[in-house]
């Protein structure tokens, strides 16, 4: 079973500041089948990314993925107010399909 | 629009049965796969299970098969999960969702159904 590390658990920062996300796999990930999630508070979970790099429909620009094998990155150019939440990793290409990281939280510093 | 829509939140004793579901809408409900995922504050998203409603293909995952039931009904566009025992430790938040590409397993979850809280508690 493919294990996902995320780093760091909570990140501090300002709107405007960049946000840099770190996912660590602990195999190669086939096919770079990595995907990233938002979540907020009260809220189911939202696909951000898939294909380790693919913007889902409606995402904006600011959402940026990155990485291969097993080091993945995701980054939010410059934070809006609605994007502070918990971000979670996700691979789904090897079995069981679906392991998750332990999510990293974006706050308000 | 596709969406999935859950059950309402379930209070429950320890030792009694339950079953939740999740209704697809907007797409051929059939030809997707249903994920289950548990959250929890302690352990965060855990992927339970999935099945293919087309044929109910179902696959678990180690750490939940024996512990729950996951069937489908094509006719109603319905996917459950079930538990004929529940403990204090099943209290947690459950999601559906689909995997978002036509038929493939290799697929992310997308969308997920709003959750359903279920608490065990004598």
């Known amino acids: 079973e493919i294990v996902l590390t995320q780093s760091p658990g909570t990140l501090s920062l300002s709107p405007g500041e960049r946000a840099t996300l770190s996912c660590r796999a602990s195999q190669s990930v086939s096919n770079m089948y990595l995907a990233w999630y938002q979540q907020k508070p009260g809220q189911a979970p939202r696909l951000l990314i898939s294909a380790a790099s693919s913007r889902a429909p409606g995402i904006p620009a600011r959402f940026s993925g990155s990485g291969s094998g097993t080091d993945f990155t995701l980054t939010i150019s410059r934070l809006e107010p609605e994007d502070f939440a918990v971000y979670y990793c996700q691979q789904y290409g090897s079995s069981p399909p679906g392991t998750f990281g332990q999510g990293t939280k974006v706050e308000i510093q | ?122």
Do not use: N
């Open chain 2, 1 to 122: 629009e596709v969406q999935l829509v859950q059950s309402r939140a379930e209070v429950k004793k320890p030792g009694e049965s339950l079953k939740i579901s999740c209704k697809g809408s907007g797409y051929s409900f059939r030809h997707y796969w249903i994920a289950w995922v548990r959250q929890t504050p302690g352990k965060g998203l855990e992927w339970m299970g999935i099945i293919y409603p087309g044929d109910s293909d179902t696959r678990y995952s180690p750490s939940f098969q024996g512990q729950v039931t996951i069937s489908a009904d094509e006719s109603i566009s319905t996917a459950h999960l079930q538990w004929s025992s529940l403990k204090a430790s099943d209290t947690a938040m459950y999601y559906c969702a689909r995997l978002s590409y036509f038929v493939t397993v290799t697929s992310p979850f997308d969308p997920w159904g709003q959750g359903t809280l279920v608490t065990v508690s004598s």
